[in-house]
């Protein structure tokens, strides 16, 4: 029901579109979110945006190089990433939640749906 794409290798001060395409899913009622894992670390959130009221949330180490959109009429969740950097290097997964319950934000157990993850790569 969430389908992320958008992936790849890219070299450091560039920049990449992920895209969550969601499906059978209240669009207008949840908050999609964007969560990385990069190897031997834990999945952390990167980004969220709730569809109720356009609320969106940063974590700080992506606040002023990642924006996060979210187009209706598409069903899908955008996350344009700019001057990345050897560290943004993760499998990238969106995931969905309810959006009027908000709190903890990043908190993956409230998350009910998950994409199948793309693979982000920062070359330096």
């Known amino acids: 029901q969430l389908q992320a794409s958008g992936g790849g290798l890219v070299q450091a001060g560039g920049s990449l579109r992920l895209s969550c395409a969601t499906s059978?899913?209240?669009?207008?009622?949840?908050?999609i979110g964007w969560f990385r894992q990069a190897p031997g670390k834990e999945r952390e959130g990167v980004s969220c945006i709730s569809n109720s009221d356009g609320r969106t949330f940063y974590a700080e180490v992506v606040k002023g190089r990642f924006t996060i959109s979210s187009d209706s009429a598409k069903n899908t969740v955008y996350l344009q990433m700019t001057s990345l950097k050897p560290e943004d290097t993760a499998v990238y997964y969106c995931?969905?939640?309810?959006?009027?319950?908000?709190?903890?934000?990043?908190?993956?157990?409230?998350?009910?749906?998950w994409g199948q993850g793309t693979q982000v790569t920062v070359s330096s």
């Open positions: 995931a969905a939640r309810s959006s009027y319950t908000l709190h903890p934000i990043w908190g993956i157990n409230e998350y009910g749906y």
């Open positions: 059978g899913l209240p669009f207008d009622d949840v908050a």
